[in-house]
């Protein structure tokens, strides 16, 4: 490996075990802890799970009585003489998987837990006319074979034809709609995180594919087990980085897997703290802006046919703090160039919610909406409400949804009222940082927090979407962990102390549950529409060529140039003299500004494309924020926020 490699990890991959080594060393788990597993998994989707209506009308499954069934024919066997460990984990994870959210997962115990099983090599689409090509874009360091390595066509999987071979995976995973579950069985291909996906049934992979040399060759590569990147959020803790997660636990964990095996050098600069050396000068062409998140951003300026734009790649919204994270990415939009924005999602799984949310403000002169979100109409649901309805542990404020839920016992209303999980004052309190023209870019891979992130920029008309599927993920939902809601029901409360009849009892093993507590709804036109199995669809799609896999998606960032192109640019910079009280404002392509400090109206002026300086009687520095807002044609185009 390159000298960039940390060491650790070239350690780690050298001595990866291959799948039938590690599997010797499963097989831990009592009757009775499968027991306890089960009825667990019963709480969660009889009395938790916000989507229990919708998946069993979407997807014509059962897994209530199917989790029963499970029960009953455990409660039949004795501790001599019990089905084999993996025919358990497989079932329970089929049930699982049956709702097609993966939000809502059955999180294995030791050992699978944090592991997962790799193949050195990583495959992806591309369209060729009508048909699905499959590629393989990037190998293990050091990892060599005849005539293989980025650029090969892979053609056949196990003697399967490689497109039936991806569609036969993905039936076998979760996923809210075609196209996500096409590209989780893509994904699932090459890397399968143990702790969700039972292990592969065959111990090793025969590939077929066309070499560098035109001519067809095979390769039988042995699946391996390693030890995955930790998470960066403890998602049990009881906090607001748990409570507030929006997060696709596969996809983040896949995405973890794929900086370790193919991006170590991200690892390294994560574990120095970022890069050393930051820039302060904007961009040109072809430059990358260092990030001091290396792990979640990846910023540039791309020359296209159309322009040179903004390029940013946000990896993860799972984030401690989502303040920081809105600071760096708001350094990096003042680097970039002006005339317009490329914001790529694209394999974002998702993570704190506020973050996804909080960063919409920097992008439209328009108030942010939150997405609101609803609790199911339960028992157990109206018990933790009430509970936490005070804030008793300052961790999380339940309050806003307790009322509908308590009088539901009365209406028999299916959900709760709807009301943000991030506070709209956060979502508002930067206001927009960038006024050129922004395109986003999905696929079916962005999911949770990411899907709340690409309804939330549809909903508010910032700019069009362009896909390169035909969905997001449509996950849309804020998921809690079973050790969470255990948690928030033995957290010490004022009134009425620790629960002493809660139903949450400790998973054996290091195992753990995830469910789906809150769904998400839209706002704006679509209010009220669910993003769950729905997701978001884009305005444009762009069907990935070979050219975008092998060159930096150049073709993706040349479509999305076009559609910058044709878009509208503003420039709105404001500055308050300290001494004169002035205010010196320079615009392009606005006709009018309209003044407010402390959002009461000042000063409305007509400009032209240039410098001018205002002067607002009384002077506006005794107010805590200034917000200068720009106009063309009478729309709100442009804001500008300041604080003396």
């Not at 056949?156 to 490689?162: K, T």
Request: hydrophobic share 40%.
């Amino acid at each position: 490996m390159s000298s960039s490699t940390p060491a650790w990890v070239a350690k780690q991959l050298g001595e990866a075990p291959t799948l039938s080594d590690f599997l010797r060393t499963a097989g831990t788990l009592t009757l009775a802890e499968r027991r306890t597993l089960v009825q667990q998994a019963l709480v969660l989707f009889e009395q938790n799970y916000a989507h229990l209506p919708l998946k069993t009308a979407m997807h014509a499954v059962n897994p209530v009585q199917r989790l029963r069934l499970l029960l009953t024919r455990l409660n039949r066997q004795s501790e001599g003489a019990t089905d084999p460990e993996w025919r358990f984990h497989a079932e329970l994870s089929s049930i699982f998987h049956s709702v097609r959210d993966l939000h809502t997962n059955y999180v294995l115990p030791q050992p699978f837990a944090g592991k997962i099983a790799y193949l050195p090599f990583q495959i992806e689409e591309y369209a060729d006319g009508p048909d699905r090509r499959y590629l393989v874009t990037r190998v293990v360091r050091d990892f060599t074979a005849p005539g293989f390595g980025p650029g090969v066509d892979v053609t056949y999987w196990n003697g399967v034809p490689i497109d039936r071979a991806v569609d036969l995976c993905a039936d076998r995973f979760a996923g809210s709609n075609p196209a996500a579950r096409h590209s989780r069985g893509l994904q699932s291909l090459t890397i399968r995180p143990l702790a969700l996906h039972r292990p592969p049934d065959e111990e090793w992979v025969t590939l077929g594919y066309t070499g560098r040399d035109g001519t067809a060759h095979e390769l039988r590569e042995r699946w391996l087990v390693t030890e995955n990147l930790p998470p960066f959020v403890n998602a049990d803790d009881l906090g607001t980085a748990a409570t507030a997660q929006g997060l696709d636990l596969g996809g983040d964990e896949m995405s973890r897997a794929s900086k370790l095996l193919y991006v170590p050098e991200v690892v390294a600069l994560e574990e120095a703290g970022g890069p050393a050396d930051l820039t302060t000068e904007r961009a040109a062409a072809g430059q990358d802006i260092p990030s001091t998140l290396p792990g979640f951003f990846r910023a540039r300026a791309v020359g296209t046919p159309s322009g040179t734009f903004g390029h940013i790649r946000v990896f993860s919204f799972n984030t401690m703090d989502p303040d920081a994270f809105v600071t760096e990415f708001v350094r990096l939009l003042g680097l970039i160039p002006r005339a317009g924005l490329i914001l790529d999602v694209r394999g974002n799984g998702g993570g704190h919610i506020h973050a996804s949310e909080f960063l919409l403000q920097t992008l439209t002169p328009r108030r942010v909406v939150p997405e609101p979100v609803q609790f199911i109409s339960t028992p157990l649901n109206l018990r933790i409400c009430r509970r936490h309805a005070t804030n008793p542990t300052r961790q999380i404020d339940l309050g806003p949804w307790f009322a509908s839920l308590e009088q539901s016992v009365e209406t028999g209303a299916t959900f709760s009222a709807t009301f943000p999980i991030t506070p709209e004052a956060g979502a508002n309190a930067l206001g927009q940082q960038y006024h050129g023209p922004v395109v986003l870019v999905t696929d079916a891979r962005c999911y949770s927090a990411t899907d709340i992130f690409a309804a939330g920029f549809q909903d508010h008309g910032i700019g069009p979407v362009l896909g390169t599927d035909d969905n997001t993920g449509a996950g849309g939902a804020n998921v809690w962990t079973h050790a969470l809601l255990k948690s928030l029901l033995e957290a010490p409360a004022p009134d009425p102390g620790p629960d002493p009849e809660s139903p949450y009892r400790p998973l054996p093993g290091g195992a753990n549950l995830r469910v789906a507590i809150r769904r998400t709804v839209r706002v704006g036109a679509l209010a009220g529409t669910p993003v769950e199995d729905l997701g978001v669809v884009p305005d444009f799609r762009h069907h990935l060529t070979r050219t975008d896999l092998l060159h930096d998606n150049a073709d993706l960032v040349a479509r999305a140039g076009e559609l910058l192109a044709g878009l509208p640019s503003y420039v709105l910079d404001a500055a308050l003299d300290g001494q004169s009280g002035a205010l010196a404002v320079r615009t392009s392509g606005l006709d009018r500004v309209d003044v407010f400090a402390d959002d009461r109206p000042r000063l409305s002026a007509d400009v032209a494309d240039g410098d001018t300086t205002l002067t607002v009687t009384p002077a506006l520095a005794p107010a805590d924020r200034i917000r200068v807002d720009g106009y063309a044609a009478g729309a709100l185009v442009a804001s500008r926020s300041l604080r003396p």
